[in-house]
């Protein structure tokens, strides 16, 4: 099979099993590397110790971080699984060791001032709606009007990650800025459009991000995707239920949401140091 086909095949096996666009997009690049790789190295046919080598290529040499080797490892797996349906000696299930992180996180005043540098109405739009109720980029741009629900003040996200719908929260005060917005800029297909109608582009946002994260005097190393970490812990302050954050989120697993713990300020000021015991 030559290489067109290989990847023809291997597109249409990932679009058979319901892979998101992303999925498939991610996937696809990295069976290209992979498929780069062999070709520069001559390799006829692969064995278990090539794929060994390759992948110590991509953790030493290109310096891969945890969550690209894992989808390097899983795309790799898939067209050995499920395109060319042939066993090689090799355990595509590697354990390592997850880095320990916790997200970047803006303070209420913080995004308070992000949010009030904003003069543009459909930017206004995207990033309140962004921040009040913890959308990923990809939820904003996939959004139609008929997915704003005001009789029961909420948002359907469609088909978001893992292929599952769920509501999260539609504010008053948000509301109210996009009938403004949809007064205005009247969008025919999707909530948020370009300027030539389909959707608004993924680049625009990120570069909206860094233009006002700069005009609110912002330090750190915000991304949209901080507005997301910054409501789920606004709502652990204020005393959510971390199950239904977790909910409004769209976590399949709780550990996921529990990363919010390490962040919130809560718990942290119901504890008192015990310096305050002593007479000093």
């Not at 409004?248 to 504890?271: D, P």
């Amino acid at each position: 099979m030559n290489k067109h086909d290989l990847l023809s095949k291997y597109k249409h096996q990932l679009i058979l099993k319901n892979f998101s666009d992303q999925i498939v997009s991610s996937y696809l690049s990295c069976i290209h590397l992979f498929l780069r790789y062999v070709s520069n190295n001559k390799l006829t046919e692969v064995t278990g110790e090539d794929l060994r080598v390759y992948f110590s290529f991509c953790k030493t040499e290109l310096k891969y971080s945890y969550s690209t080797m894992k989808q390097h490892l899983a795309s790799v797996r898939f067209l050995y699984h499920h395109v060319l349906n042939k066993p090689i000696d090799f355990d595509f299930n590697i354990k390592m060791k997850k880095p320990s992180t916790i997200p970047e996180v803006l303070s209420i005043e913080e995004v308070q001032r992000f949010l009030n540098t904003f003069t543009n109405l459909k930017h206004k739009a995207i990033f309140t709606l962004c921040y009040s109720a913890g959308l990923r980029i990809g939820e904003i741009l996939n959004l139609k009007i008929s997915d704003i629900d005001s009789n029961r003040m909420q948002i359907r996200i469609h088909q978001a990650k893992g292929k599952k719908d769920r509501y999260s929260l539609l504010s008053p005060k948000v509301l109210e800025i996009l009938r403004q917005y949809v007064k205005v800029h009247s969008p025919k297909e999707y909530l948020f459009e370009g300027q030539h109608g389909g959707k608004y582009s993924s680049s625009s946002i990120q570069s909206l991000m860094r233009k006002h994260r700069k005009l609110a005097n912002i330090k750190k190393k915000a991304t949209p995707h901080t507005l997301r970490h910054s409501f789920a812990t606004h709502l652990l302050d204020n005393g959510t239920d971390i199950r239904f954050i977790q909910e409004l989120l769209g976590h399949a697993h709780i550990s996921t949401t529990q990363i919010y713990t390490h962040v919130t300020n809560r718990s942290v000021k119901e504890i008192q140091s015990p310096i305050e015991k002593l007479q000093i």
